[in-house]
């Protein structure tokens, strides 16, 4: 509502000016409770997602679960360690091994 509209209701006299301020209360009541429901409904939501991403970050790996439970979309377990080296000996790495004799005499 601009000015001329609130002055082309004053013009109107008493009766016209206070109904339209009950008006404008009754609607400012329902907004109010609008607000305040929606209001709610938005907690209620955020507890619902917070909820779901605890659950989608749980899997076998990092809880009690068995894999069964691992969500299919989870991905495959990572192959490469973080530090970025290979599996196994690193390069340099002597190694060890038995001599045929050894290896015949281990095994019986």
């Known amino acids: 509502m601009d000015r001329a509209e609130a002055d082309a209701i004053y013009d109107q006299g008493r009766d ?25 409904r938005v907690a209620r939501q955020e507890g619902r997602i917070a909820q779901l991403e605890r659950q989608t970050k749980r899997s076998s790996r990092n809880s009690s679960q068995p894999p069964s439970h691992d969500l299919p979309n989870a991905g495959p377990p990572r192959g490469k360690d973080p530090s970025g080296r290979a599996q196994g000996a690193q390069p340099g790495h002597e190694g060890s091994s038995q001599d045929k004799a050894e290896k015949s005499i281990s095994r019986r």
């Open 16 to 40: 016209v000016v206070a109904r339209v301020l009950m008006e404008l209360s009754a609607q400012n009541e329902r907004l109010v409770a609008q607000v305040e429901s929606l209001t709610a």
